[in-house]
């Protein structure tokens, strides 16, 4: 388990264990960029339909909307990386024709980040940031549902240890992540 470091960065994870040091080498940009593309790339998705087709509000851009949660979550590379490795598994797991709503990558965004948090530290305070951080535009039922939904297109498979968070940024160098020892 990879565990955010004391400090207030979102630039650095460490585990207690002495685990090795997660960095970006310089911003968070490529590992959103790639996060984005990722997701955008799943499934097709149905066009935006009206104003009505949604909850509250309409769902920003997915990039916009990947960046605003990351910045004000605090979320940290670990995160990020854990994140990912539950989206490639998502896809493995996911028909070849599945098709999606205006909003799925969005939700799907949210689940992996949800459960890479609850993850990696059970704590609540993180994840009750992006419950807030996302209340303008999903209920927290809504939220849960995806959680659900997540877990069980990829059979609960939630376990990531440090050798695959590091296998995945050495098999993705674009998304500019250290792992030092």
């Given at each position: 388990?990879?565990?955010?470091?004391?400090?207030?960065?979102?630039?650095?994870?460490?585990?207690?264990?002495?685990?090795?040091?997660?960095?970006?080498?310089?911003s968070p940009e490529p590992a959103l960029t790639?996060?984005?593309?990722?997701?955008?790339?799943?499934?097709?998705?149905?066009?935006?339909?009206?104003?009505?087709?949604?909850?509250?509000?309409?769902?920003?851009?997915?990039?916009?909307?990947v960046r605003q949660v990351y910045v004000k979550?605090?979320?940290?590379?670990?995160?990020?990386?854990?994140?990912?490795?539950?989206?490639h598994r998502l896809q493995q797991e996911l028909?070849?024709?599945?098709?999606?709503?205006?909003?799925?990558?969005?939700?799907?965004?949210?689940?992996?980040?949800?459960?890479?948090?609850?993850?990696?530290?059970?704590?609540?305070?993180?994840?009750?940031?992006?419950?807030?951080?996302?209340?303008?535009?999903?209920?927290?039922?809504?939220?849960?549902?995806?959680?659900?939904?997540?877990?069980?297109?990829?059979?609960?498979?939630?376990?990531?240890?440090?050798?695959?968070?590091?296998?995945?940024?050495?098999?993705?160098?674009?998304?500019?992540?250290?792992?030092?020892?």
């Open positions: 388990m990879v565990v955010p470091s004391a400090s207030s960065s979102t630039a650095s994870t460490t585990s207690s264990t002495g685990s090795p040091t997660l960095d970006f080498y310089h790639f996060l984005v593309k990722k997701i955008d790339g799943l499934l097709d998705c149905s066009p935006y339909q009206s104003p009505t087709y949604h909850q509250r509000h309409r769902v920003p851009s997915l990039k916009n909307f979550c605090r979320l940290s590379p670990a995160i990020l990386v854990i994140a990912l490795i539950y989206i028909p070849l024709d599945s098709k999606g709503d205006y909003d799925t990558p969005h939700k799907i965004f949210l689940a992996a980040i949800v459960l890479a948090c609850k993850f990696n530290d059970d704590s609540k305070s993180q994840v009750q940031a992006i419950y807030r951080c996302v209340s303008v535009v999903y209920t927290n039922i809504e939220l849960n549902e995806m959680e659900r939904s997540f877990l069980g297109v990829v059979n609960y498979d939630l376990y990531v240890d440090m050798k695959q968070v590091a296998d995945f940024i050495q098999e993705h160098p674009t998304l500019e992540l250290n792992c030092e020892d």
